[in-house]
């Protein structure tokens, strides 16, 4: 069982820029595809961005360009980079770990003000 512990959620005006982390309980080359979604109220959890463990990255439609998704295996670690922020993008944010079973952080809330 693999715990993913999520940080730097926060309040951010639109333009402005935040960093989200995500610690692992295990190595992060023990999962494949680790990534981050979110979920605003009233909505259905959605992709942001994954990270393979051989770097490939995937972004939704609607961050790409704004996000940046790494890994940093030495310190078992997962970051999002998030710059330009959009009211939209006020969401809580869920750290993903996979290894053939799915594995959810707690989430961390980012509210963005215009």
């Known amino acids: 069982q693999v715990q993913l512990v999520e940080s730097g959620g926060g309040l951010v005006q639109a333009g402005g820029s935040l960093r989200l982390s995500c610690a692992a309980s295990?190595?992060?080359?023990?999962?494949?595809?680790m990534g981050w979604y979110r979920q605003a109220p009233g909505t259905q959890r959605e992709l942001v961005a994954t990270?393979?463990?051989?770097?490939?990255?995937t972004y939704a439609v609607g961050v790409k360009g704004r996000f940046t998704v790494s890994r940093d295996n030495a310190k078992n670690t997962v970051h999002l980079q998030m710059n330009n922020l959009k009211v939209e993008d006020t969401s809580v944010y869920y750290c993903?770990?996979?290894?053939?079973?799915?594995?959810w952080g707690q989430g961390t809330q980012v509210t963005v003000s215009s």
């Open positions: 993903y770990g996979w290894d053939y079973n799915d594995y």
């Open positions: 990270i393979r463990k051989d770097d490939v990255t």
């Open positions: 295990a190595s992060t080359l023990s999962l494949p595809i």
